[in-house]
């Protein structure tokens, strides 16, 4: 445990005599980075570089931060993207059901922007999915 900050000492002082003691003990070696420039330093000042460095590790896109009805509203919007290259009409049914599962719990209990979403007719994204193929 740290020790306490003894009276009559300024808090600067106590702080560097803790960091000089660390770096003696070898506490600082072999950390990683360590000799290499901090990344980021030649980007502008971002106030949410956190969050995307968050979302770059976890792999997600930004999407990932809207509340769910705009989620589904852009996954209605990319779905003959979606399902373009799947093999099946089975695939793209199964699909369009799973999207519409989640449609269905959302409207149960809307959570967020009131942002219309309804459930997708598996059939008409059946028929473009076909004129897709067709071409």
């Not at 979302?55 to 996954?75: H, N």
């Not at 599962?101 to 309804?118: C, K, M, W």
């Not at 007719?121 to 071409?135: I, K, L, T, Y």
């Amino acid at each position: 445990m740290t020790e306490r900050k003894p009276p009559g000492l300024s808090f600067e002082s106590w702080v560097e005599k803790q960091i000089r003691e660390a770096a003696e003990r070898g506490a600082f070696d072999n950390l990683p980075g360590a000799g290499k420039p901090l990344p980021g330093l030649d980007r502008p000042h971002d106030e949410m570089w956190w969050i995307k460095q968050k979302l770059d590790r976890e792999g997600l896109s930004a999407d990932a931060l809207l509340p769910t009805s705009l989620q589904l509203r852009k996954e209605i919007d990319r779905l003959p993207g979606t399902v373009r290259d799947l093999p099946t009409e089975r695939t793209v049914r199964d699909v369009v059901v799973e999207l519409n599962r989640r449609i269905a719990e959302h409207l149960r209990a809307p959570s967020g922007p009131n942002v219309p979403v309804r459930p997708v007719n598996p059939d008409e994204v059946v028929r473009q999915w076909r004129a897709a193929r067709a071409h």
